[in-house]
């Protein structure tokens, strides 16, 4: 029977060749029974056997220590020292306030003169115990209270590595500690605290092996056109040579564009950058009325001449394909760039906005009502007028300047203006702030552009996932008939997706509420008039004509 023992033998060498050293010494019965002279003879082979052995004395008797001096001699360690963390006082200068805003740190150190002591012996060719104080002159920690010594917290590079693949799904360091203390079986085994995780992954942010930020990102984006042959990048630079505006899209988003790039909505949101560029989406809906991005930019500033760059290199990038309407919300250095570059397409102001500024001038829920009723119902442009100034004369109006900067604008916020342009049943930049809230939840304005770009990527790469995902449904399932025109619904169930399917289905219900009021008339071209209204409401009336046999390219969008 072999009564070997296993254990750390005097010389701090491994009994058991086949274990690690961090097993060796947490084998140690009870640190606390060890004697200043059982520890004076210990050798150790290496500086690190030495620390790793007071590492885990320390531990033991919960207290934390740090490095002090070293005597070095051509190459080779000769001396080394380590200390309690509570050794020496705080200077006197340090207690001198001068009228310091801020309030001194609190103390730490009490000149504790516990301390472990290692000298290279050339003839053992080992490191011998030249000092060992064990005794304390302060009150050790409890158990307990292991997390919090500095000296015992860690960040391991597998936790670091944990961390990052978390976030790069958009969970917070927050999250992914709580993970990590969940998977450790608690904060005292976790091996450090949450602003370790931080500070370890602020430092890792810090530290790029590119000679700049703008240049790390332009990195990135060289590396995704050798990926994607169709992948567009445009940036400038300012007088100083530094990264003003950068514009890109990827081939997919070109696709995109070119399928429902009719209707274009863009905006900039703030708060997701350290330099705080103003981020930019050029928002669209796709034939599930999902959200579809088809480019993105950072910007310098928001003045006309960036605004005016921004949408020339976004048509450059397009191949010069016009949209037919754009969603603003009524910024003016977009107004103007728009009507530089896109004079053609037709520029909508966003009612969600105009909401909260009629809200702000005109206060009188009355006033509201009316003004909302003038913005959002369907009706003629001679019904509007007539609309709004009966509101103008009921409310005494005439001078409110608010009112009449807005009766100049109406063609641009009015649906009465909008019946023959197609506006793929929007109204408001709201699918552009949802958007960026989307993107948001992956980045933030501590982040460098390097971070931003491939965040911002990995975020587009669900987006489209989502996409796919309605594609399958779509494919895989029918929509069970519900109206009393069941041929004219299963028509379009089967031409259109689901969620479009959806909007002409409520369309198809309102035809129950419709009176056919005169019709039809008969002209020379063949085509037919017929004036309809709603259902016991004369005098909201509608010219519906029908051209037989002839496609019209663009429909008067009813829906709105």
């Known amino acids: 029977m072999d009564n070997t023992t296993k254990g750390c033998n005097k010389e701090g060498t491994r009994a058991d060749e086949t274990r690690t050293d961090d097993e060796v010494f947490n084998d140690v019965p009870d640190y606390r029974r060890l004697k ?107 158990g307990n209270q292991t997390a919090f010594i ?152 928001e003045t006309v001449e960036t605004y005016t760059w921004l949408l020339r290199s976004f048509l450059d990038a397009m191949n010069g394909k016009m949209p037919i309407a754009v969603l603003t919300d009524g910024d003016e250095a977009m107004r103007s760039a728009i009507e530089d570059v896109m004079p053609q397409a037709k520029h909508r102001l966003c009612a969600w906005h105009l909401s909260r500024n009629s809200n702000t001038n005109l206060k009188c829920d009355e006033k509201l009502k009316a003004f909302n009723r003038c913005m959002r119902k369907f009706q003629t442009v001679e019904q509007f007028e007539v609309m709004w100034h009966d509101m103008v004369e009921k409310f005494d109006l005439h001078n409110s300047f608010w009112i009449n900067m807005m009766y100049e604008k109406r063609d641009k916020w009015a649906q009465a203006f909008f019946r023959n342009h197609f506006m793929a049943g929007m109204r408001s930049t709201q699918r552009c702030e949802g958007m960026n809230r989307f993107m948001k939840d992956s980045i933030g304005s501590g982040m460098k552009l390097v971070e931003v770009v491939p965040r911002m990527d990995r975020a587009l790469m669900r987006l489209r996932n989502n996409q796919v995902r309605d594609d399958f449904n779509t494919m895989n399932s029918t929509p069970v008939l519900e109206t009393h025109l069941k041929d004219l619904e299963n028509h379009a169930a089967s031409i259109y997706t689901y969620d479009v399917f959806k909007w002409v289905r409520k369309e198809i219900r309102k035809e129950s509420q419709a009176t056919l009021r005169q019709g039809p008339e008969y002209f020379e071209d063949w085509h037919r008039v017929y004036t309809m209204s709603a259902y016991k409401r004369p005098d909201f009336e509608h010219k519906v004509v029908y051209y037989h046999g002839k496609n019209t390219e663009s429909a008067a969008d009813p829906i709105m």
């Not at 033991?60 to 963390?85: M, S």
């Not at 990052?164 to 999250?175: A, E, L």
Request: aromatic residues 14%.
């Open 150 to 301: 500095h000296s015992h917290r860690n960040v391991g590079k597998s936790d670091l590595a944990r961390a990052n693949t978390m976030s790069k799904v958009s969970i917070r360091p927050c999250h992914a500690y709580e993970y990590m203390v969940e998977q450790a079986g608690g904060y005292k085994t976790v091996g450090f605290t949450e602003k370790d995780l931080y500070n370890k992954l602020d430092q890792q942010r810090r530290t790029t092996s590119f000679e700049s930020d703008s240049e790390g990102a332009l990195a990135y984006m060289n590396a995704l056109a050798a990926q994607d042959p169709y992948f567009y990048c445009r940036f400038n630079v300012d007088i100083e040579d530094r990264l003003a505006n950068m514009f890109w899209r990827d081939g997919h988003a070109f696709v995109d564009f070119m399928c429902y790039g009719d209707v274009l909505i863009f905006d900039s949101t703030y708060k997701t950058n350290v330099y705080k560029k103003p981020l930019v989406l050029f928002v669209g809906s796709n034939n599930h009325r999902g959200s579809i991005l088809f480019g993105a930019a950072l910007l310098v500033d």
């Open 36 to 142: 200043a002279e059982d520890v004076k003879a210990m050798t150790f082979k290496t500086v690190e056997d030495a620390e790793r052995f007071y590492s885990a004395y320390s531990l033991a008797l919960v207290f934390g220590f740090r490095k002090d001096t070293k005597g070095e001699a051509e190459g080779t360690i000769r001396r080394r020292q380590w200390l309690c963390n509570k050794q020496g006082t705080r200077a006197k200068k340090w207690f001198v306030l001068d009228g310091r805003g801020r309030t001194p740190r609190k103390i730490t150190r009490v000149n504790c003169k516990a301390k472990f002591r290692v000298n290279y012996n050339e003839l053992v060719e080992a490191y011998m115990v030249k000092a060992f104080v064990p005794e304390h002159s302060h009150e050790l920690a409890t």
